[in-house]
């Protein structure tokens, strides 16, 4: 499985951005997929997280009410919508997917940075 994120850049404060992730390889191996971020100096963190079939997500308490995780599993594609964006959301961000052997799948990132 190999995962290519697009849509990072440079926006300011209360911006919005969105970011793409595509899958291509064994996609149906693909279970559940998540958007990660690591900060200069900071651990990869959890930002948001979805089930195969997209029914149920989850949200870092700091994303919470801004931001949006969603997959078209015909495209191969998940997407992360990030409104009112804010300086602290500055980091790099990766696509993460999970196949359903376990095995764990990363992109390259997109960097995000929001100024203030």
């Known amino acids: 499985v190999q995962l290519v994120e697009s849509g990072g850049g440079l926006v300011q404060a209360g911006g919005s951005l969105r970011l793409s992730c595509a899958a291509s390889?064994?996609?149906?191996?693909?279970?559940?997929m998540g958007w990660y971020r690591q900060a200069p100096g900071k651990q990869r963190e959890l930002v948001a997280a979805?089930?195969?079939?997209?029914?149920?997500?989850n949200y870092a308490d700091s994303v919470k009410g801004r931001f949006t995780i969603s997959r078209d599993n015909a495209k191969n594609t998940m997407y992360l919508q990030m409104n009112s964006l804010k300086p602290e959301d500055t980091a790099v961000y990766y696509c993460?997917?999970?196949?359903?052997?376990?095995?764990?799948?990363w992109g390259q990132g997109t960097q995000v940075t929001v100024s203030s």
């Open positions: 390889g064994s996609t149906s191996s693909i279970n559940a």
């Open positions: 993460n997917a999970i196949a359903t052997i376990g095995v764990r799948y």
């Open positions: 979805i089930t195969s079939g997209g029914g149920s997500t």
